[in-house]
């Protein structure tokens, strides 16, 4: 080919060549914007990740509330936390109400009734203690734990002890010695030496007529004799709680028979359990055979004899050094139980005139 027809084919053989050469540069720029727009989907995808692990975190920041006390959350929490168990210890002022409740429903002695200051200026005896049987009320209570001679009261307990030996019959007779003679205060008896009564018999004057001799011959008619008695009757008070009461007789002739007016409320408690006790020791009146002939006896406790009280078990008693004592059972309406110990009037009058009170107040006050 001439040379001049070359020259004219060159610049389409250019044309050619940069058409080439475009044509292999187009893949390599699919490529590359290929790998930058998968870059991009990787850096957007790593924030998704993140959003997710923030997802996670998420009971965190619950948690970052309930921790806040303005959320409705911790109202709820701390509310079940703080309730109070059902059968817990009831707040101050319930248990106040529950306490004045089962005051006003306790026994008492009522101002209306005439228990007041003034009157109780009045009684006579110089230790007192009323208590309601079935409810353990005190309902009077002076000098109440002052130690001081009983006298024949001792009397319950020597017929308490003397059942519970039970070791001869009641029928069976018994005969007073001088062995029995009063040696302390000398006091005299309608029983002489040589009367002979059952036992049934000796136990009954013993507690109705308050018979010294009769309680004496009681006590020397025991195995071991007055000794084994006596501590029989040390044994028993300390059994029933009285641990200021001491026994050296059956008689209680001796001052150092001695016990206090609440102790006393245990004895005759005690004593009410004795169907014997309770018929003997309130029984008006009793004629016995001696032997000799008969004796007509009559009940120590005038409030008793005559009707003025109603009781389930008495026993008075009086010695110098005591003064006039009276313990009684009331049947308060003849069904309700009270026991009234009195200690330490001046006068037998006193101490009858005490208990016509005290019983009167009783009756009125309770129902």
Request: net charge positive; proline share 6%; with cysteine.
């Amino acid at each position: 080919m001439p040379f001049a027809s070359r020259l004219r084919l060159l610049p389409n053989l250019l044309v050619l060549i940069v058409a080439g050469l475009a044509a292999g540069a187009a893949p390599a720029s699919a490529h590359a914007a290929a790998h930058h727009t998968a870059a991009e989907s990787t850096v957007h995808a790593t924030p998704k990740k993140k959003k997710s692990v923030a997802h996670k975190t998420k009971p965190v920041h619950r948690s970052m509330h309930a921790d806040a006390p303005s959320t409705n959350l911790s109202g709820p929490k701390r509310r079940t936390k703080r309730a109070r168990p059902r059968h817990g210890p009831l707040p101050a002022s319930q248990h106040a109400a529950q306490v004045s409740a089962k005051d006003a429903h306790a026994p008492r002695l009522l101002a209306r009734c005439g228990f007041t200051p003034a009157s109780r200026k009045q009684l006579f005896s110089h230790a007192i203690y009323v208590v309601d049987e079935n409810t353990h009320t005190p309902l009077y209570a002076r000098n109440a734990d002052a130690v001081a001679p009983v006298a024949s009261v001792s009397k319950l307990m020597t017929a308490i002890v003397w059942l519970d030996s039970a070791h001869a019959p009641l029928q069976q007779r018994l005969s007073v010695t001088t062995a029995d003679l009063d040696t302390l205060k000398f006091t005299d008896s309608r029983l002489g030496v040589g009367a002979s009564l059952t036992r049934a018999n000796m136990l009954h004057v013993a507690l109705m007529s308050s018979e010294n001799r009769a309680a004496s011959a009681l006590s020397r008619d025991y195995p071991g004799g007055r000794p084994a008695f006596v501590a029989a009757m040390n044994t028993k008070a300390l059994r029933f709680g009285m641990t200021h009461t001491h026994f050296v007789n059956a008689t209680g002739l001796s001052p150092q028979n001695v016990s206090t007016a609440r102790e006393l409320a245990n004895l005759v408690r005690a004593a009410n359990g004795y169907p014997l006790i309770r018929r003997y020791s309130i029984d008006h009146q009793e004629r016995v055979s001696t032997g000799r002939g008969q004796l007509q006896y009559v009940n120590s406790n005038r409030l008793v004899r005559y009707g003025q009280v109603r009781a389930s078990v008495q026993k008075t008693g009086f010695i110098n050094e005591s003064g006039h004592n009276m313990v009684m059972r009331v049947m308060v309406h003849g069904r309700r139980p009270v026991i009234v110990t009195l200690l330490g009037s001046a006068t037998p009058e006193g101490s009858r005139l005490d208990g016509v009170r005290i019983a009167h107040w009783l009756s009125c006050s309770l129902r």
